[in-house]
């Protein structure tokens, strides 16, 4: 076996032993919600490119910073679903399947939902700091920020993804997407490439309390620390 392969199995062996199972057991039937994510992006995409049902989604779904928080907090749950009207959304329907799908394995439905929301909202608190902080800080934005339409499903997904690759020990993985975030607001200095980050930086946190939560168990139980 060569080194790459050793790494490979080292890197991806854990994450690949929990999601085959179920997969080979219970096929489409082991990722529900990652199916319904898939079709209600579908659906939102349609319905938000018809004359008839742009509005509609922009009223249920679309979070802009200059909205009142309370109006913005009722919509940022299916936010998280409604991707941006002028890319292609197929992209982001395989990004949701395979990563939400991954998570929904890993993790059980609802954590992983309930993280892909936490990721979400960080983007849409953070955009409401940045403006506040305004341009001249290192973490701002410009005022004309407020009006554009915060990250869709992609925060999400990028939350989901660092966290599921943080939990199975895949580092490497979880790196390279930080990096990616990273180096896509360096070439492209938008909301959305920012909003990413906060998403990470927000699920970092949450790793660092699951970690900080397992050694202080394991710490009174007076076991080996175990890695997760």
Known sequence: MTWIARWARAEWG???ATVRGPLLRRRWRAVPMAIGAVCLTAALQFTQNQPWGHGFVQDVGAVRAEDPLWLALLRTPL???VPAPDLPVWGALAQILVVF???EICLGWWRALALAYAATLAGTLYARLGIWLGPDSPIGLPA????????GPSAAVVGLAVF???R??????????????VVE???KDNL?????LAAIAAVLVLCGIRGLRHRRADNASGLPPIRS
Not at 144 to 151: E, I
Not at 168 to 181: L, P
Not at 192 to 196: I, L, N, R, S, T
């Open 144 to 151: 004309s920020d407020a009006r554009v339409v915060d990250t």
């Open 101 to 103: 799908g991954i998570a």
């Open 14 to 16: 854990p994450l690949y």
């Open 185 to 187: 607001v360096l070439l």
């Open 79 to 81: 936010s998280l679903f």
């Open 168 to 181: 199975c020990r895949a580092y490497a993985t979880a790196g390279v997407v930080i990096v990616a975030m």
């Open 164 to 166: 599921v690759a943080w």
């Open 192 to 196: 959305a490439g920012k909003e990413h």
